[in-house]
């Protein structure tokens, strides 16, 4: 058996990926002989293809999907990793996956000329609050985007909703990164886990309607609309993030239990995809017009808001 990886993984090969990955998400424990997954193919990845990449070899090791699987990369490979922060936390898994945490512990954000570069770990051993992720992500955000003081509200905004969304709801992975990437043009943020997905968190809160999971995708990023109903939880974090996606034209793409949801040039389509435990959320922005939370609340207080379902 080998797990394939296109020659190109960059946002919109997710879909082909998943369809050709689904499988491991039925090996658990089954210690599979003979797996190769082959990645000496590979000739231009993102950041997003690296973190999925990454979770897949993760989650294969840490539920006993594959007996010794062989691991074949190429030297771009191996320089990803590196310029990302994964190669130590890989070679980890490989070598002794019960060892594994202090690599995970060590993801680190790493500041350069033209770009910042954040992979973190959500540790369940931190308590995740607003306060405690404007102490740890704002600074360096403030330092590379010093010169506009409205693109860093922007970026801390959407890091943050996507940071406390993962917190919030994926406590069944243990090991959940976020990663953010920008330059002065364009910031991607990517956040993955193989916990309970979107589809599964929220649908329960809809037992009563026959919602299909395109249904609760759909509604996962409407204002208000939560998996904790009888909280303080508002339900705002999807919605902010799509409205923000939506006034800057950027790109938004959610995959979760065997759908997606995508928002480009501000219209919203939705399918069905291979199945992927957990889910994924890519968010990528143009800086040249950034908003804040402000900007929102007044759009909406004037009653413009729309969505294009297509």
Request: with cysteine; charged share 25%; aromatic share 10%.
């Amino acid at each position: 058996m080998t797990l394939d990886v296109p020659k190109i993984f960059k946002a919109n090969d997710v879909i082909s990926f998943i369809n050709n990955i689904q499988v491991i998400f039925k090996m658990q424990e089954s210690m599979t002989p003979n797996v190769r997954i082959d990645l000496t193919k590979i000739k231009q990845i993102s950041a997003l293809g690296i973190l999925v990449i990454y979770k897949v070899i993760e989650y294969t090791y840490v539920n006993n999907c594959f007996k010794k699987p062989e691991l074949n990369v190429n030297e771009y490979i191996q320089q990803k990793w590196k310029e990302y922060g994964f190669y130590d936390l890989i070679h980890l898994y490989v070598s002794n996956k019960d060892i594994a945490e202090k690599g995970y512990k060590d993801l680190s954000i790493k500041l350069q000329d033209k770009f910042f570069i954040a992979p973190q770990a959500l540790l369940r051993s931190d308590n995740y609050s607003k306060e405690m992720i404007e102490k740890k992500f704002l600074p360096p955000i403030r330092k590379y985007y010093k010169d506009s003081p409205k693109i860093v509200s922007m970026v801390f905004l959407c890091l943050s909703e996507i940071l406390l969304n993962f917190w919030e709801h994926a406590v069944n992975d243990m090991r959940s990164i976020i990663v953010a990437e920008g330059n002065k043009s364009n910031i991607e943020i990517i956040c993955a886990d193989t916990g309970d997905g979107i589809i599964s968190t929220l649908g329960g809160s809809y037992k009563e309607h026959k919602f299909t999971p395109i249904d609760i995708i759909r509604k996962s990023v409407e204002k208000g609309e939560t998996s904790k109903k009888m909280s303080n939880h508002m339900g705002y974090g999807l919605w902010i993030l799509n409205e923000i996606t939506t006034r800057v034209r950027g790109r938004l793409h959610l995959y979760s239990q065997g759908v997606y949801l995508k928002n480009e040039n501000s219209k919203i389509l939705t399918g069905k995809s291979g199945y992927w435990q957990g889910t994924i959320i890519y968010l990528s922005l143009p800086l040249n017009n950034p908003i804040t939370l402000t900007d929102i609340e007044s759009y909406v207080n004037n009653g413009q808001i729309k969505l294009n379902m297509v």
